[in-house]
Antibody, heavy 122, light 109 residues
Framework: EVQLVESGGGVVRPGGSLRLSCAAS????????MNWVRQAPGKGLEWVSG????????GYADSVKGRFTISRDNAKNSLYLQMNSLRAEDTALYYC???????????????WGKGTTVTVSS | SYVLTQPPSVSVAPGQTARITCGGN??????VHWYQQKSGQAPVLVVD???DRPSGIPERFSGSTSGNTATLTISRVEAGDEADYYC????????????FGTGTKVIVL
């Protein structure tokens, strides 16, 4: 079964850091671009970041650029999101999502995890 | 940055047709994907940029684009179609940021 499972969410104070992980299974992880998408409570979807199959190309939303870093370890079938300088507005459910192609962009996202919750509060 | 605007809600009676618009500058030249998100669940693609549907998505779902508007059409609406719907494109700048529409709640009367 094709599956993505996020972990690493939690409660953190403003200015703090958190590292999210996404474990992939049931498909050849290194063949697909990957993305992080978040959803603040009661709000819509917001694309956060993406990277290509080999991590050679990445993209970030303006709202997180310079604070978040996306990476992957194809040997461990895992995707990561290092989040620094967290703000209250980063509070959201963070989804990991697979691109249908080797790029994170252009293609649609066909497999999504259930998400991990990040709460930034003092 | 690129902005995609959707109506907050669309109400439709069972058996009727729901049309959800997504407005963006020259969106007709973009590749638009449509996602459905039911309450408490992760999003699911319903229509891709070529107006194709993943297996399991009924033919009642279709997409179109023209000028500054993309449209998701749901024919013969059923109670199970009640959900939030989002359009999505990839930006044309060098880092190709993803952009989601503001989202539309489809209410089945």
């Amino acid at each position: 079964e094709v599956q993505l499972v996020e972990s690493g969410g939690g409660v953190v104070r403003p200015g703090g850091s958190l590292r999210l992980s996404c474990a992939a299974s049931g498909f050849i992880f290194e063949e697909n671009g990957m993305n992080w998408v978040r959803q603040a409570p009661g709000k819509g979807l917001e694309w956060v970041s993406g990277l290509n199959w080999n991590g050679g190309r990445t993209g970030y939303a303006d709202s997180v650029k310079g604070r978040f870093t996306i990476s992957r370890d194809n040997a461990k079938n895992s995707l990561y999101l290092q989040m620094n300088s967290l703000r209250a507005e980063d509070t959201a459910l963070y989804y990991c999502a697979r691109s249908t192609g080797d790029l994170y962009y252009y293609y649609y996202m066909d497999v999504w995890g259930k998400g991990t919750t990040v709460t930034v509060s003092s | 940055s690129y902005v995609l605007t959707q109506p907050p809600s669309v109400s439709v009676a069972p058996g009727q047709t729901a049309r959800i618009t997504c407005g963006g500058n020259n969106i007709g030249s973009e590749s638009v994907h449509w996602y459905q998100q039911k309450s408490g669940q992760a999003p699911v693609l319903v229509v891709d940029e070529e107006n194709d549907r993943p297996s399991g998505i009924p033919e009642r779902f279709s997409g179109s684009t023209s000028g500054n508007t993309a449209t998701l059409t749901i024919s013969r609406v059923e109670a199970g179609d009640e959900a939030d719907y989002y359009c999505q494109v990839w930006g044309s700048s060098s880092d190709h940021p993803g952009v989601f529409g503001t989202g539309t709640k489809v209410i089945v009367l």
